[in-house]
C-alpha cells in the first residue's frame, strides 16, 4: 500500500489539528472544510472503509462524534450536524482510510445531498420486502460458516 496520509495522522507523522485521540481513534479538522468546524474522525488502524472495517471499531468511530457533538455544535454555533461516511469512489471517497465526517449545518449554506429525479415516486411494497428479503439472505449466510 502507499503511503497513507490518515495512517500518518494517526501515527503523528503527519500535521494535523487534532480535537480528540483515545486508543482507538483520532478525530482532526478537515483540511477543506465544507464549513468551519467541519471534523474527520479516522480509526487508529488502517481499514478501507465500512465494508473491511471491523463492526465493533466502526462503531467506535460513532461514539466519538456522539461525544464531539455537543462541544462541535458549541464552538461553531451550528444549527445542525451531518454525520457522513463515503465508501469507495462511488460513495464519494477519496481517502482510503475509514473516517467519519462531522458537518456542522447552518440554514442555507448551499450543502446537502442531491436526490434523483425518481426520488419523489413511492415503490410498491412489495419490491420493498423483496430488497428486505434479499438483504436478510446476505446477512444469513454470512452467518453461517
Ligand atoms: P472523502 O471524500 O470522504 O474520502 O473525504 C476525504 C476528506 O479528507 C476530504 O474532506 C479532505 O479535505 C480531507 N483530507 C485529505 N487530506 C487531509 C489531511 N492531510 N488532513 C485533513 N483532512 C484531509
Ligand atoms: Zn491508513
Given at each position: 500500500m502507499d503511503r497513507c496520509i490518515f495512517?500518518?495522522?494517526?501515527?503523528?507523522?503527519a500535521p494535523a489539528s487534532i480535537v480528540y485521540e483515545d486508543a482507538d481513534v483520532v478525530a482532526?479538522?478537515?483540511?477543506?472544510?465544507?464549513?468551519p468546524g467541519h471534523l474527520l474522525v479516522i480509526t487508529r488502524e488502517h481499514h478501507r472503509n465500512i465494508f473491511d472495517c471491523p463492526p465493533v471499531?466502526?462503531?467506535?468511530?460513532?461514539?466519538?462524534?456522539?461525544?464531539?457533538?455537543?462541544?462541535?455544535?458549541?464552538?461553531?454555533?451550528?444549527?445542525?450536524?451531518?454525520?457522513?461516511?463515503?465508501?469507495?469512489r462511488a460513495g464519494g471517497q477519496d481517502v482510503f482510510h475509514i473516517h467519519l465526517h462531522m458537518l456542522p449545518r447552518h440554514v442555507g449554506d448551499g450543502f446537502?445531498?442531491?436526490?434523483?429525479?425518481?426520488h419523489?415516486?413511492?415503490?410498491?411494497?412489495?419490491?420493498?420486502?423483496?430488497m428486505a428479503a434479499a438483504i436478510r439472505k446476505e446477512i444469513t449466510e454470512e452467518k453461517s460458516p
Amino acid at each position: 500500500m502507499d503511503r497513507c496520509i490518515f495512517c500518518e495522522i494517526a501515527a503523528g507523522r503527519a500535521p494535523a489539528s487534532i480535537v480528540y485521540e483515545d486508543a482507538d481513534v483520532v478525530a482532526f479538522m478537515d483540511i477543506r472544510p465544507v464549513n468551519p468546524g467541519h471534523l474527520l474522525v479516522i480509526t487508529r488502524e488502517h481499514h478501507r472503509n465500512i465494508f473491511d472495517c471491523p463492526p465493533v471499531l466502526a462503531g467506535k468511530l460513532l461514539a466519538a462524534a456522539a461525544r464531539l457533538a455537543g462541544p462541535l455544535q458549541r464552538a461553531t454555533n451550528a444549527a445542525g450536524l451531518n454525520l457522513l461516511i463515503a465508501n469507495e469512489r462511488a460513495g464519494g471517497q477519496d481517502v482510503f482510510h475509514i473516517h467519519l465526517h462531522m458537518l456542522p449545518r447552518h440554514v442555507g449554506d448551499g450543502f446537502g445531498f442531491r436526490l434523483p429525479p425518481s426520488h419523489p415516486e413511492r415503490p410498491p411494497r412489495a419490491e420493498l420486502d423483496e430488497m428486505a428479503a434479499a438483504i436478510r439472505k446476505e446477512i444469513t449466510e454470512e452467518k453461517s460458516p
